[in-house]
């Protein structure tokens, strides 16, 4: 089992007929999340009203405009916002399900690429685990989140191109594209076009296709508002979030989880040592390509600090990262299978099912948070006059899952526009002590009239500084 650049011709017809034969599976595998989602109760999460409502409050040129070039700064994600949030429309369920299509497309679109760097049993266990990998739970979730999905679907697309059919300028353009829909890709795209240039020896044509994606990071770092705190990730974040308790989860699994997944990216550097390298040995080759693709596809999202956490909103930084980790596991299953089958195939079917019933938990989590918000959402319209002024909501939910409905101060707002008519302007609801205050400087006019609400309680008081302190 050998893998190849060229593996229609080179890679035994036996080794690569599973792997078409299994691309359904992989492809049901990676949406099942999503379709759960949709049959157990999905809904708009924080920033899904929002973005919905900028369609309704700015109209869809403004609102895409808007999204390319101020918040959150992609070019090409108002397209894909403006079909989630307008062309299918308020209709969470179908959405859930549109989500559930493009994670299955993603893991089926890893699985057949990944034939181009790996033997194809590897292939076949890293498209499995790409698609249950369960440190990124927001990308089979969370509906704006989806455009980094496709943004991966698009890095694949071009690298069949490039590798297969050397289309040099559709390659680049595809890359670009993959990057203005959302910048955290750029590391596996300039893994893909290097690798290529690298592999054929062909420098000219190398510039060529890395133009693009670097023209596209370069204006993404320009236009997006994350790159103006540059400043390195917290390494623990890195080692629990994409190695630890994110991917195997909470106590001992994620410690040892964490233990052997350091104990393989350590090897892949040893085995670079010439008195411990072996140039004709699968796992050391596979097992350095997956390192690599997984640090590359990191370092720009580490560069701006951004968190890779173990569950919630910010596992979405996870995504990327994720091709790379699935192919480390995949490449030591394959190890160890090839010393002993048996024990290496029950490993293996442990590994996707302990991953699958962690997918599980997340989903349930994703409902409860939708559950909280609708708790809020009858509360305030059962008690709040909309007439009465400006009303300050809280306190904030934290049902200690990391993901709520509302978040933002503006995700209350949004949802009652959205959903239950203009009159709800004045409602917003306040993250902490220094937002209430904001939101109080904002309407500095109105102070008089600002009242605060709890809730929990379903009380309503007249609006003072205090409130903002103690909630």
């Known amino acids: 089992m050998l893998a190849t650049t060229r593996p229609s011709r080179e890679t035994p017809a036996e080794f690569v007929e599973p792997v078409h034969s299994h691309t359904l599976l992989v492809f049901v595998l990676g949406a099942m999340p999503s379709l759960l989602w949709a049959l157990w109760g999905a809904d708009y999460l924080t920033d899904d009203f929002v973005v919905a409502m900028w369609f309704e409050e700015k109209g869809i040129v403004e609102a895409v405009r808007d999204i ?115 910048e955290g890709v750029i590391g596996l795209a300039l893994v893909a076009a290097a690798w290529w240039a690298w592999s054929n020896k062909s420098w000219r044509d190398g510039a060529i296709v890395l133009a693009g994606p670097v023209l596209a990071a370069l204006l993404m770092l320009f236009l997006s508002p994350k790159a103006s705190g540059a400043r390195l990730a917290a390494i623990d974040t890195i080692a629990h979030g994409l190695f630890g308790e994110g991917l195997w ?50 370092a720009p999202l580490a560069y701006v600090s951004l968190i890779f956490g173990s569950g919630g909103i910010n596992d979405r930084n996870n995504l990327v990262p994720s091709v790379g980790i699935a192919f480390i596991v995949a490449a030591a299953l394959q190890q160890i299978w090839n010393r002993n089958r ?68 503006e995700d209350l707002r949004a949802s009652l526009l959205l959903r239950n008519g203009s009159q709800w302007r ?35 008081v007249q609006f003072e500084d205090r409130h903002c302190d103690t909630g």
Request: include cysteine; charge should be positive.
């Open 68 to 182: 390319a070039f101020r918040r959150p700064g992609r070019p090409l994600a108002g397209f894909y916002y403006l079909f989630i949030y307008q062309g299918i429309g308020d209709v969470p369920a179908l959405q859930a399900v549109w989500l559930g299509v493009v994670n299955g497309a993603m893991a089926a679109a890893v699985l057949r690429t990944s034939l181009l760097f790996v033997g194809a049993r590897t292939a076949l266990l890293g498209g499995l685990l790409i698609a249950v990998v369960p440190n990124h739970a927001t990308a089979r979730l969370w509906f704006v989140v989806g455009s980094y999905v496709v943004s991966i679907i698009i890095v694949c697309a071009a690298t069949q191109i490039l590798w297969r059919k050397r289309w040099l300028v559709g390659s680049t353009l595809l890359f670009a594209s993959a990057v203005l829909l959302y």
């Open 249 to 298: 989860g909470a106590g001992l699994p994620g410690l040892i989880g964490l233990v052997a997944m350091l104990g393989l990216i350590v090897w892949s550097a040893v085995s670079l040592v010439p008195k411990y390298h072996r140039p004709r040995d699968c796992f050391d080759r596979e097992l350095r390509r997956a390192v690599a693709v997984t640090f590359v596809a990191a």
């Open 342 to 409: 048996g024990f290496g195939n029950a490993l293996a079917v442990s590994v996707v099912v302990l991953f699958a019933v962690l997918n599980v938990t997340d989903t349930n989590d994703y409902v409860e948070a939708v559950r909280d918000g609708e708790v809020v959402t009858q509360r305030v319209l059962a008690d709040i006059d909309p007439s009465g002024g400006l009303v300050l909501v809280g306190p904030p939910l934290d049902g200690g899952r990391g993901m709520e409905q509302f978040i933002l101060q």
């Open 426 to 460: 004045q409602v917003w609801m306040y993250k902490d002590a220094t937002s209430c205050r904001e939101l109080n400087d904002r309407f500095g006019d109105d102070a008089e009239t600002v009242s605060f609400y709890d809730w929990r309680s379903r009380s309503t």
